[in-house]
T-cell receptor, first 115, second 115 residues
Framework: DTGVSQDPRHKITKRGQNVTFRCDPI?????LYWYRQTLGQGPEFLTY????????KSRLLSDRFSAERPKGSFSTLEIQRTEQGDSAMYLC?????????????FGEGSRLTVL | GNSVTQMEGPVTLSEEAFLTINCTYT??????LFWYVQYPGEGLQLLLK?????DKGSNKGFEATYRKETTSFHLEKGSVQVSDSAVYFC??????????????FGAGTRLAVHP
């Protein structure tokens, strides 16, 4: 296992379309996070899973955004009815549990461009 | 709410120059503090961390000390190399003690080192 992988790396879509991003975390990590990064800004927390449970989703940007982790392994982030303001890099990270101050391992991100 | 402020870039230095990137934070409680680095075309990587006041994190010649009295976590390196050119993000960890790491990031500081 070489790290967190995300797919697709780039997605161009038209406004109003739905898009889905997939994240495969490091296999032994039970915690998974989604972040969004816009140009010139740091990553912004969206949501978090411990195993299959979504323990925080209050930071999801609107009800057009949803995330799942059905079997506690890979996760998907879906954006419905995309808007131009959704254009950003969507980052996934994973970590092991039980370690205060433990390290998050990030994927290379999925870049979304909404035309 | 919790927040991180770091100096704006870009920071441009000659090889072997001394580097300081300032980072200050606002937080309730006692967060852990981190520096992440993003090399061109790569994902975010943890550079160093400190989990309590007066701790010094260090890695690859970089250092940062957790200063509770000044709410700061400045990044320093005595002699930078061209290979250090990257974007550096200061971050703090929200969440329960021993719990998940919801990171709050600063906006990032781009460092460019020339020969």
């Amino acid at each position: 296992d070489t790290g967190v992988s995300q797919d697709p790396r780039h997605k161009i879509t038209k406004r109003g379309q739905n898009v889905t991003f997939r994240c495969d975390p490091i296999s032994e990590h039970n915690r998974l996070y989604w972040y969004r990064q816009t140009l010139g800004q740091g990553p912004e927390f969206l949501t978090y899973f411990q195993n299959e449970a979504q323990l925080e989703k209050s930071r999801l940007l609107s009800d057009r955004f949803s995330a799942e982790r059905p079997k506690g392994s890979f996760s998907t982030l879906e954006i419905q009815r995309t808007e131009q303001g959704d254009s950003a890099m969507y980052l996934c990270a994973s970590s092991a549990s039980g370690r205060q101050g433990g390290e998050l391992f990030f994927g290379e991100g999925s870049r979304l461009t909404v035309l | 709410g919790n927040s991180v402020t770091q100096m704006e870039g870009p920071v441009t230095l000659s090889e072997e120059a001394f580097l300081t990137i300032n980072c200050t934070y606002t937080a309730t409680g006692y967060p852990s503090l981190f520096w992440y680095v993003q090399y061109p075309g790569e994902g975010l990587q943890l550079l160093l961390k400190a989990t309590k006041a007066d701790d010094k994190g260090s890695n690859k010649g970089f250092e940062a000390t957790y200063r509770k009295e000044t709410t700061s976590f400045h990044l320093e390196k005595g002699s930078v190399q061209v290979s250090d050119s990257a974007v550096y993000f200061c971050a703090l960890s929200e969440g329960e003690t021993g719990g998940y790491n919801k990171l709050i990031f600063g906006a990032g500081t781009r460092l460019a080192v020339h020969p």
